[in-house]
């Protein structure tokens, strides 16, 4: 393997955790008070 081989395959697991963190974040039930006030705020008039 080249360094750009090992530089890529580490961006792409670097990647996959990233996804991973975010996926499991939104999808926590803890949070999904959270997404669902910020669901409309943007038709919300104050």
């Known amino acids: ?3 750009i081989d090992k ?3 580490a961006t792409a697991v670097i990647i996959f955790i990233l996804l991973s963190v975010a996926y499991f974040y939104a999808f ?3 949070n999904k008070q ?3 006030d910020l669901r409309d705020f ?3 008039e104050d």
């Open 7 to 9: 530089i890529g395959a």
């Open 34 to 36: 959270q997404f669902e």
């Open 1 to 3: 393997m080249t360094t």
């Open 28 to 30: 926590r039930p803890k």
């Open 42 to 44: 943007v038709n919300k």
